[in-house]
C-alpha cells in the first residue's frame, strides 16, 4: 500500500427540557433501513461470494450526548458558579473551496447528517464539510475533541462533555487580516478566524443516572481559514489547553473522534440515486513534486465514499471524488506517539468491531468491540488513544493479516461487506502521553483538508474491486491533490526556509539538480498563509440598461503579503454572469501592471540544462536601465532566440496581459485621472485627495470604474471585482485572485432607488401579463442556474420601488394573497427591485387571474394590476 457579529446558534427545537435536565434529540447514527435497501442488490452479491448468511440491518448504539448542566469558574471572584444556560453555537468556514461547520463545545465539520448551518456573513447554509464550495457533497466528518488522562488515580475522558460559557462570554469572537472587515484585528492569522472557549467542567450529567469527571480543563479553539488557490483547501484549528484545577492531568492524551457517511446532500434527505458507501484510512506520504525521487509525509486521516459514488457507469454532479481528512500538524511535545484506530459495526457479530493488535505477552487485550459507544467508557476510550496501534485502512479488512501480529479478520460476509462499503467507520486519530500541571498549558494544532478526484475512473471499483485482493484497485487512487493540500496546510502553520525565532535554523530541505527546495520549517509556528491581495470595495451605480461597477483599491494595492512579506498585487477583473454560479462569471475587463517576467538558463549537466524564474516582475524602465538601452523591448527575446547577456542566456514573458490602460472609457478606467498617491500615511491626507463613496475616506487615486452596459433591464446581473498579485517566483508560488464568489453583487440595470424617490417614478410590474406558456425559462428569464423545480422558478418583478416599502398583492375580490416587505440600503444594487415566487401566503400556487397590488412606502401608496395566465 502506498503510505504515503451574529453567529449561528445550534437551533433551538434540538433541545427540549426533561425532567429539569436538558436531553439532546437526535438520531442514531446507523445504516438507516431506507438507505440500506438501496445497497442490499449489491451486498447480497457479495454474500453470495463468501457466506450462505443475510446480512440484518442494525444500529450502532451512541454513547449518549452531554447533558448541559456547566460548572465554570465565577469571574470575577474566582468562585464556582453553575450555569444552566450555556450559548452553544455554530457557525461556519466558508472562505475557501472547502465548507467547514464549526462549533463552540468541541465539535468540527458537523454533528449531524441534516443539520446545516447558516453562514452569518453570506446567508449559506453549510452541511457538516463540504467538498467543493457549492457542490452539495458532503462529507460527515463529525470530529469532537477528546481529552483523556490520570486525574488524582482516576482516569477520565472528555468526549461530548464540553461547554462554553453563558452568553455573551461563550459565544464566537471574528478576527481577520483584511483591513476592509468590520472585526479586522492585529491578532488574527487568516481572512476569519474563529475564537472561542469552552471547558471540562461537568459534574451531573443531568439527571439521566451518569457521571462525569471532569479534567478541570479550559480550552481556547482558534480556527482560520483563507481563499485562493490550494490556501482554500484547508483549514487550520489551533488548541490552547490550561489546566484549571488544583490537580495535574497524568498521561494526558488528546486527539479527535471522526468519520461519517460521505455523500450528496440529496442522498441525506431523499431516496439514494446510488449506493453510497464510505470509507476511512491513513496516508502517510506521497511522492513528491520533484525531479528527483523523494517523498513528502502527508499525515492525513481520511474519510472518503468507497467507490466515488458513479450512477450508470459514469461520475455527475452527486457523486464525492475527494476526500477529506484531519492532519496533526503539531503536538505539545516532540515526544508525543501518534495513534490511529477505526471501528465499525458488524452485522454477523451484533455489535462494533474494529482492527486490534494480537496482545504481546503479559499485555492484557481489552475487548473494546462491546463498549464502543457504550457507557461506562472512560477507560475503554483512554485505552484506544493511548495504547501504542496504528490500524490498516478500512478497504483491506478483509484481508487476513494474522501473520502481521493482526488479530483475524471479522467473520464473512462482514470482512467482505466492511472492506467494500466501509459503511459509516468511525475513527480516532490521538497523540500523547504528556503530563499538564496547574495552570500550565499544552498547545497543538490540527488541519481539515480536503483533495479532489482521489476517484478518476468511474469503472475502477467494478472492473478492478476484490475485498481479498483490494490493492489492485487502491494503487489507481490518485491522492496528489490531497497530499499537495496537507502539504499546503503544513507550510501555513510554519513556513519553510524561514527562521522565525532567529536561531539560524530555518527547517529541512531537499537538493535536487542544483535547486534548493524548502518542505519543512524551522519548528516555530507562523500561521502566515500567502494570500490574494484583498478584493476592493466595490459598489454598483444602476441606471436604465446599465450597471456602472465602481470601486476603491487603496486597501488591495497597498496591502504587504504576509507570507512573503511584500507588496505584490499586479490587477484587477471584472466579471458578470446571468446566474451566482462561478462557472457563468465571464471576464469583462482587466487591468494589471506593465511588467515582465525574466527567465534565466542555467546549466544542470553537459547534456542538460533548465529555464526558471525566479525573481519579481520587472518593469519596463527598469530592464532599460538594467540593460542600458532606453529602447529595450523584452519580447523581442524568446526562449527560442534568447538574450545574451554576460554570457548568461535570458527571455521574457508578460505578466499577465499587461492591460495597464487607464484611460480607455469602454475598459477599466481612473474615476479621477488627474489625483494624485497622496501615500499611506493618513495623517498626511487631505480633503481634496479623499473621495467617501464606499462609506469611508479613501483616496480617489485608487478609484476606478467600469461601465457594463447594454443590459436588458428586466433580469438580474452578477458582478464581481477581483483582485490578484503576480505570485512568488522564487517561492514557486503561482499568482492568487481573490475569490470571485465572496465578492459577487447581484443588480437590475434598473434605475436605481434614489432616483425613483426622488423623482417620484411609478413602479410597475413584468411580465404582465404572465403567460405559463412564454417559456420564460427557456429564454433564460427564469431558474437560470436550474436549481429550482418549475413551479418554484416562477417570477413575478416589481421595478421602480422605493428602497424601503410594502408591497400586498391582493384578488379583485380583496383577498390577501401575499405580502412582500421590501427594505434595503438606499445605495443597494438591488433596492429600486424585487419579485414574487406567485406562493400565496397559503403556501400554494397562485391561480390564472386579474390581481390588483398596493405599494405602501413613507411618502406614497400606488396601486396598479397585472394578469396571470396559467
Not at 330 to 336: S, V
Request: net charge negative.
Amino acid at each position: 500500500m502506498r503510505q504515503g457579529n451574529v453567529l449561528d446558534k445550534q437551533p433551538a427545537q434540538t433541545y427540549t427540557k426533561m425532567g429539569g435536565a436538558v436531553e439532546e434529540q437526535h438520531k442514531t447514527d446507523h445504516y438507516m433501513s431506507n438507505r440500506f435497501l438501496a445497497w442490499l442488490p449489491v451486498i447480497l452479491m457479495i454474500v453470495s461470494m463468501v457466506s450462505a448468511r443475510e446480512p440484518v440491518t442494525s444500529g450502532i448504539e451512541h454513547k449518549p450526548d452531554p447533558p448541559y448542566h456547566v460548572l465554570t469558574l465565577g469571574r470575577q471572584s474566582g468562585t464556582a458558579s453553575l450555569s444552566s444556560d450555556p450559548a452553544w453555537e455554530w457557525t461556519v468556514h466558508n472562505q475557501g473551496n472547502i465548507q467547514v461547520t464549526v462549533s463552540n463545545f468541541g465539535y468540527l465539520g458537523g454533528r449531524y447528517y441534516d443539520f446545516p448551518i447558516i453562514d452569518p456573513l453570506t446567508g449559506d447554509p453549510i452541511q457538516a464539510v463540504t467538498y467543493p464550495k457549492y457542490s452539495d457533497l458532503v462529507y460527515s466528518l463529525r470530529a469532537s475533541l477528546a481529552i483523556g488522562g490520570v486525574v488524582d488515580g482516576d482516569t477520565s475522558v472528555t468526549w461530548m462533555e464540553f461547554n462554553p460559557d453563558m452568553a455573551p462570554f461563550g459565544r464566537f469572537t471574528m478576527q481577520s487580516i483584511d483591513v476592509t472587515r468590520p472585526y479586522y484585528s492585529d491578532e488574527a492569522h487568516s481572512e476569519l478566524d474563529l475564537v472561542c472557549e469552552y471547558y471540562d467542567t461537568l459534574r451531573d450529567l443531568g439527571g439521566v443516572g451518569q457521571w462525569h469527571r471532569p479534567l478541570g480543563l479550559r480550552v481556547t479553539q482558534r480556527s482560520m481559514a483563507w481563499s485562493g488557490t490550494k490556501l482554500g483547501e484547508f483549514v487550520l484549528v489551533h488548541f490552547i489547553v490550561e489546566a484549571m484545577g488544583s490537580l495535574a492531568v497524568k498521561d494526558m492524551f488528546a486527539g479527535l473522534e471522526y468519520g461519517g457517511l460521505v455523500a450528496h446532500n440529496d442522498n441525506f434527505t431523499e431516496p439514494q440515486d446510488r449506493v453510497c458507501g464510505s470509507t476511512s484510512g491513513f496516508l502517510w506520504s506521497w511522492p513528491a513534486d520533484s525531479d528527483c525521487p523523494s517523498y513528502d509525509r502527508v499525515e492525513v486521516g481520511y474519510i472518503m465514499a468507497n467507490n466515488g459514488q458513479p450512477l450508470d457507469g459514469q461520475f455527475d454532479h452527486k457523486s464525492p471524488l475527494g476526500a477529506v481528512g484531519i492532519r496533526v500538524l503539531a503536538t505539545p511535545t516532540d515526544t508525543c506517539i501518534l495513534n490511529y484506530d477505526w471501528w465499525n459495526y458488524s452485522e454477523s457479530l451484533g455489535r462494533s468491531w474494529h482492527p486490534q493488535r494480537r496482545p504481546q505477552p503479559g499485555e492484557r487485550l481489552y475487548d473494546l468491540s462491546s463498549h464502543i459507544y457504550s457507557l461506562p467508557m472512560d477507560k475503554i476510550l483512554y485505552y484506544v488513544m493511548s495504547h501504542r496501534e496504528f490500524d490498516y485502512d478500512v478497504m483491506t479488512t478483509a484481508v487476513d493479516k494474522t501473520a502481521q501480529g493482526w488479530m483475524p479478520p471479522p467473520p464473512a460476509p462482514d470482512a467482505a461487506i466492511l472492506a467494500t462499503f466501509g459503511g459509516n467507520p468511525r475513527n480516532v486519530l490521538a497523540f500523547g502521553p504528556m503530563d499538564l500541571g496547574p495552570g500550565l498549558t499544552a498547545q497543538f494544532t490540527i488541519a481539515i483538508v480536503a483533495g479532489d478526484s482521489v476517484h478518476h475512473n468511474p469503472t475502477a471499483h467494478e472492473q478492478l474491486w476484490d475485498p481479498y485482493r483490494p490493492m489492485r484497485f487502491y494503487d489507481q487512487l490518485d491522492f496528489s491533490d490531497l497530499a499537495e493540500n496537507a502539504n499546503w496546510a503544513k507550510w501555513v502553520y510554519d513556513n519553510p526556509g524561514y527562521d522565525t525565532d532567529g536561531d539560524g535554523y530555518a527547517g529541512e530541505f531537499r537538493v535536487c539538480n542544483g535547486d534548493t527546495t524548502w518542505y519543512e520549517g524551522d519548528g516555530i509556528p507562523d500561521f502566515r498563509a500567502d494570500v490574494p491581495p484583498p478584493a476592493p470595495l466595490v459598489r454598483v451605480i444602476p441606471t436604465t440598461g446599465k450597471l456602472t461597477i465602481r470601486w476603491n483599491g487603496y486597501f488591495s494595492e497597498t496591502n504587504i503579503d504576509p507570507f512573503t512579506r511584500i507588496k505584490d498585487f499586479e490587477g484587477y477583473r471584472v466579471y458578470a454572469g446571468l446566474d451566482s454560479r462561478k462557472s457563468s462569471m465571464t471576464l469583462l475587463s482587466s487591468f494589471d501592471h506593465h511588467n515582465y517576467n525574466r527567465f534565466t538558463y542555467r546549466q544542470l549537466t553537459e547534456e542538460r540544462g533548465e529555464w526558471r524564474c525566479r525573481e519579481l516582475p520587472f518593469t519596463l524602465e527598469s530592464l532599460r536601465l538594467i540593460y542600458h538601452d532606453p529602447d529595450f523591448d523584452p519580447l523581442a527575446y524568446t526562449r527560442s532566440d534568447p538574450l545574451v547577456y554576460n554570457d548568461t542566456f535570458y527571455y521574457f514573458t508578460e505578466q499577465d496581459f499587461n492591460q495597464f490602460d487607464l484611460t480607455n472609457p469602454a475598459e477599466i478606467h481612473k474615476v479621477y485621472p488627474d489625483a494624485t498617491d497622496p501615500g499611506t500615511d493618513t495623517t498626511q491626507w487631505t480633503e481634496d485627495d479623499l473621495t467617501y463613496e464606499h462609506g469611508q475616506p479613501l483616496p480617489k487615486y485608487y478609484e476606478y470604474e467600469y461601465v457594463y452596459d447594454n443590459l436588458v433591464a428586466t433580469i438580474p446581473y452578477f458582478v464581481a471585482v477581483t483582485a490578484f498579485d503576480f505570485g512568488f517566483a522564487k517561492g514557486g508560488i503561482p499568482a492568487k485572485e481573490s475569490n470571485i464568489l465572496n465578492a459577487q453583487i447581484e443588480s437590475y440595470a434598473q434605475v436605481s432607488s434614489d432616483s425613483v424617490e426622488y423623482h417620484d417614478l411609478e413602479a410597475y410590474v413584468y411580465p404582465n401579463p404572465w403567460r405559463a406558456d412564454a417559456d420564460y425559462r427557456e429564454r433564460g428569464l427564469e431558474n437560470r442556474d436550474k436549481t429550482q423545480i418549475p413551479a418554484r422558478s416562477q417570477r413575478i418583478h416589481f421595478a421602480n420601488l422605493p428602497h424601503k416599502c410594502k408591497i400586498s398583492i391582493f384578488t379583485l375580490d380583496g383577498d390577501l394573497v401575499r405580502e412582500l416587505d421590501h427594505d434595503y440600503p438606499p445605495d443597494s444594487p438591488e433596492a429600486m427591485h424585487d419579485e414574487w415566487d406567485m406562493i400565496t401566503r397559503n403556501a400554494m400556487l397562485c391561480v390564472s387571474g386579474m390581481y390588483y397590488y398596493v405599494i405602501e412606502s413613507d411618502d406614497r401608496t400606488q396601486v396598479g394590476t397585472f394578469v396571470i395566465i396559467m
